[in-house]
């Protein structure tokens, strides 16, 4: 199943208090960038995340999910309407995540 613009729509409106959250279309499902890098996905209308050893400590209880056959598991925000939560997880994560690879020419 395919992830809807609508739920992608919801979720940026959500993380929009945040600077540079961005988006990118793949294979029916959405790529979540901040700061150029990338922190989860919306997959099947979940709003997933890389784990982090910040994303883990700040949300101890989030399911782990595949976002798809094959995938490493990753955090599912069940609250994203928790701006604070949001703000100190993806401020926390930023660090831990590698720089965007460089595209080639």
């Known amino acids: 199943m395919a992830s809807s613009k609508e739920y992608l729509d919801y979720i940026l409106e959500q993380l929009s208090p945040l600077d540079e959250i961005t988006s990118r ?3 029916g499902e959405y790529i979540i960038y901040h700061k150029g890098k990338v922190i989860g996905g919306i997959y099947d ?6 784990q982090t050893k910040s994303s883990r400590e700040l949300m101890p209880g989030a399911p782990l999910e595949l976002p798809y056959e ?3 598991e990753m955090l599912l ?5 928790d701006a604070e939560l949001m ?3 993806l401020g926390a994560m930023y660090d831990e995540l590698p720089a965007p690879k460089k595209k080639k020419k």
């Open 25 to 27: 279309p793949m294979m």
């Open 45 to 50: 209308n979940r709003f997933l995340l890389k």
């Open 70 to 72: 094959g995938a490493k």
């Open 77 to 81: 925000v069940e609250n994203v309407e």
């Open 87 to 89: 703000e100190k997880v």
